[in-house]
């Protein structure tokens, strides 16, 4: 099922699995839509803190691309965040380029993001190697996990 499909199924009272799947996709879009990486830049701030900041929203923003890919297959991919709302009307990608596209976000994370044990709800490098993966192991890229 394609995302209008979703949309279409879930306005007409659908069940909570593709509910859930649309509240993951408007989160996904929300956490790379409101945390702008160039912005943040702008802000002064610790720079360890920063790094930090920018491996969160990699992370999440991962996590639930991922949870769509599971769900849905081909999904909507922003790199970009839309200047108009215009903008924000794209094709789906395919389920590969939003693959690589979580992989890319997880290096990064894991570059990013403290080595301290897990604590108070937040994604350390841990939690960030242990979802790479997880994508690693729903793509049998057994070598590579």
């Known amino acids: 099922m394609n995302i209008t499909a979703a ?48 491996g969160q929203v990699r992370f999440l923003r991962a996590f639930f691309y991922f949870e769509l890919v599971q769900y849905f297959g081909d999904v909507i991919l922003y790199e970009t965040n839309p200047a108009t709302p215009d903008d924000a009307k794209i094709e789906q990608a395919p389920a590969e380029t939003v693959l690589e596209y979580i992989h890319q976000d997880l290096d990064s994370a894991i570059v990013s993001l403290s080595d301290d044990d897990f604590s108070e709800g937040y994604a350390v490098r841990g939690s960030a190697q242990a979802l790479k993966l997880r994508v690693l192991m729903y793509e049998e890229k057994w070598e590579e996990a």
């Open 7 to 54: 949309r279409y199924h879930d306005a007409q009272g659908g069940d909570g699995f593709v509910r859930d799947g649309h509240r993951h996709l408007l989160v996904a879009e929300q956490a790379h839509g409101a945390h702008r990486f160039d912005d943040i830049d702008k802000v002064e701030m610790d720079e360890d803190d920063k790094a930090d900041y920018k």
